[in-house]
Structures are given as structure tokens and as C-alpha cells.
């Protein structure tokens, strides 16, 4: 399990945390942009794997990581014609895909660590792996779950301009994400919804506005929901160090 969070951390800091607006548009004009975002998530990881990569073992599998998110990320950025409908589903497609090459990359190594003593093995310390596991949570409260909303609302609302989520928005998303979270893990489940009172207060104004009641539903159900999910999943793990 170590192995494949370090792998799952890796992607999502280079995937979410150090991929700008600004590289997104790099890699929509050509594979240059591809070449430095897979470059970032490489190093990520290696920096993350640091303790067995003294064995070509890992190294062969960090190429394989590469070559194959140049794949996933060059299909999709400079081979697939971009729609607003379809901008949910190859998202979907793509974070399939990159999860499926790192489960594959985990499970090779495990079943080959039992046959082959050479090869390293990470040590088994249940504490970072707890750890690890709340930085991917945080990292998608913060980071994942904006693309999704902006994604979806493109994908339910055809015929206007492309929408963005405005900084501001997503800090405030984040910051009710995260602490709907915290109440989950402290036992206060019930105080959720109050997480969210500030987007509604502060965001009133969409409520009676047409045009935009289906964005401030959409978005505020997605970021609901995302809590709710990250909630479950993280209460089962024991806090780090703790």
C-alpha cells in the first residue's frame, strides 16, 4: 500500500497541485507543455520514492509513468477536439487511466518483491501511510473537486461561454470542503451543512438569478457531496501520529 500512495500522491501534486492555468494552455498547444508536465510529475515522484531508488527496478517503472502519461495527457490535450459537454468525460477517462498504469506499476512490484529479495521494498509504516492518505484527501478537496464542478457546469449548461471558477470561489469551495470534513472526523456530522452556509450567504445573489441558479446549485451540490465522500473515506483511517 505504501508504494502505490506514494505513486497516488505524486500524480495528484503534479496533476492538480503544480499544473497552472497556464501550463493547461501550454499543453493544448503543443507537446512541449506535455513534456514539462510529465517532467513535474516525475520528479514529484521520484522525490517521493527517493528511499528504494537505488535500484533500476523503479527506475525502469518511473519511464514507464513517463511514456505512459505523455500517452494519456497527449491524446487528450493535442489529439481529442475539446467540447464543453465532453470535458467531464475525458476527464473521467483520463484520471482512470493514469490511476490504472500506478495500480498496475504497485501491483507488479509487490508480487515481484516476494520472488526477488534484491529488489527494495518500502519500509511498512502504517503512520505515513495514514499521513499520505489525508494529503491526497486534502489535495482533492482543494484542488480536484474545482475542475470537477467546472467541468460539470460546462457539461450542463451548453450555449454560453466556457465557465471558469473565480479564484475567490474556489478558496471559499476549499475552506468549506475542509472543514466539513474536520466535523466529520471530530464526530460532528450534523454540523456539515453548516460548513456550507457561508458560500450560500455570501453567493445569494445566484439563487434568484436564472442564468446562474443551476451553476450555484450544481457547484454547491458537487462540493457537498465531494465532502461528504472524503468525510466517509478518511474516517476510517486512524489520524497520523495520533
Known amino acids: 500500500?505504501?508504494?502505490?500512495?506514494?505513486?497516488?500522491?505524486?500524480?495528484?501534486?503534479g496533476d492538480y497541485v503544480l499544473q497552472p492555468l497556464q501550463l493547461v494552455v501550454?499543453?493544448?498547444?503543443?507537446?512541449?507543455?506535455?513534456?514539462?508536465?510529465?517532467?513535474v510529475v516525475v520528479v514529484v515522484t521520484v522525490i517521493l520514492l527517493l528511499p528504494i531508488?537505488?535500484?533500476?527496478?523503479?527506475?525502469l517503472w518511473l519511464m514507464f509513468l513517463a511514456v505512459s502519461h505523455i500517452i494519456i495527457d497527449?491524446?487528450?490535450a493535442l489529439l481529442?477536439?475539446?467540447s464543453e459537454r465532453r470535458g467531464l468525460l475525458y476527464l473521467a477517462i483520463d484520471q482512470a487511466l493514469h490511476v490504472s498504469v500506478l495500480a498496475v506499476i504497485a501491483?507488479?512490484?509487490?508480487?515481484?518483491?516476494?520472488?526477488?529479495?534484491?529488489?527494495?521494498?518500502?519500509?511498512?509504516?502504517?503512520?505515513?501511510?495514514?499521513?499520505i492518505a489525508y494529503m491526497i484527501g486534502l489535495?482533492?478537496?482543494?484542488?480536484?473537486?474545482?475542475?470537477?464542478?467546472?467541468?460539470?457546469?460546462?457539461?450542463?449548461?451548453t450555449g454560453e461561454e466556457r465557465i471558469a471558477i473565480a479564484a475567490s470561489d474556489r478558496w471559499l469551495g476549499a475552506l468549506e470542503r475542509v472543514g466539513g470534513v474536520a466535523l466529520m472526523l471530530v464526530g460532528l456530522e450534523y454540523l456539515v451543512p453548516f460548513a456550507f452556509v457561508p458560500r450560500v450567504l455570501l453567493q445569494r445573489a445566484e439563487w434568484y438569478n436564472s442564468p446562474l441558479q443551476m451553476r450555484f446549485f450544481a457547484k454547491t451540490a458537487i462540493s457537498f457531496s465531494s465532502a461528504v465522500l472524503a468525510g466517509i473515506l478518511l474516517a476510517k483511517i486512524p489520524l497520523p501520529f495520533f
Open 1 to 13: 500500500m505504501s508504494l502505490l500512495l506514494r505513486l497516488l500522491l505524486g500524480h495528484m501534486v
Open 26 to 39: 501550454m499543453k493544448q498547444r503543443g507537446w512541449r507543455g506535455v513534456l514539462v508536465h510529465v517532467a
Open 53 to 59: 531508488l537505488d535500484h533500476w527496478w523503479y527506475w
Open 74 to 76: 497527449g491524446s487528450r
Open 80 to 82: 481529442l477536439t475539446y
Open 107 to 131: 501491483a507488479v512490484t509487490h508480487a515481484s518483491l516476494a520472488r526477488n529479495t534484491a529488489i527494495p521494498a518500502l519500509s511498512n509504516s502504517p503512520h505515513w501511510d495514514h499521513l
Open 139 to 157: 489535495i482533492f478537496l482543494i484542488w480536484t473537486v474545482p475542475v470537477v464542478e467546472r467541468e460539470t457546469m460546462n457539461a450542463l449548461l
